[in-house]
Nanobody, 129 residues
Framework: QVQLVESGGGLVQAGGSLRLACVVS????????MGWFRQAPGKEREFIAA????????FYGDSVKGRFTISRDNAKSALYLQVNNLKPEDTAIYYC??????????????????????WGQGTQVTVSS
C-alpha cells in the first residue's frame, strides 16, 4: 500500500519561508502526478499546486502564484513545496496527494482533489502576524 508522509510544517512569522516535503513509499513514484492542498478550519480543501508525473508540467492556485514552488525528486521519491512570503491566511494543514493514474489522467483535472486517490496525513503550517 502506498503511503505519503509530509513534514516541514511549523510556526513562522509573516514574510517567512518553509519547505514542505512529502515522501512516497513504493517504487512507482515516477509514474504519479502529485499535488499539494491545504485546509483551514471551517473551510473547504483548497488546491495549492500540482506537478505532472514527467515533472515538466506545474499548476498553481491563484492565491499562491509567485510565492510557492512545487518540485519533485524522483530519485528520493519526494515531493516538495517551497513556500515563501507567508501570510497569516496561509495558515492551514497542508496535504500532499498522489494521482496514481499518471499519464492516463487529464492534466487540467489535477486542480481537483477528486483526481487524487492517495493522501498524506498532513502537516500544520501556522503563520503569525
Amino acid at each position: 500500500q502506498v503511503q505519503l508522509v509530509e513534514s516541514g510544517g511549523g510556526l513562522v512569522q509573516a514574510g517567512g519561508s518553509l519547505r514542505l516535503a512529502c515522501v512516497v513509499s513504493g517504487r512507482a513514484f515516477t509514474t504519479y502526478n502529485m499535488g499539494w492542498f491545504r485546509q483551514a478550519p471551517g473551510k473547504e480543501r483548497e488546491f495549492i499546486a500540482a506537478i505532472t508525473w514527467t515533472g515538466d508540467g506545474t499548476f498553481y492556485g491563484d492565491s499562491v502564484k509567485g510565492r510557492f514552488t512545487i518540485s519533485r525528486d524522483n530519485a528520493k521519491s519526494a515531493l516538495y513545496l517551497q513556500v515563501n512570503n507567508l501570510k497569516p491566511e496561509d495558515t492551514a494543514i497542508y496535504y500532499c496527494a498522489a494521482d496514481r493514474r499518471g499519464p492516463l489522467s487529464i492534466m487540467t483535472m489535477l486542480l481537483s482533489p477528486r483526481s487524487y486517490d492517495t493522501w498524506g496525513q498532513g502537516t500544520q503550517v501556522t503563520v503569525s502576524s
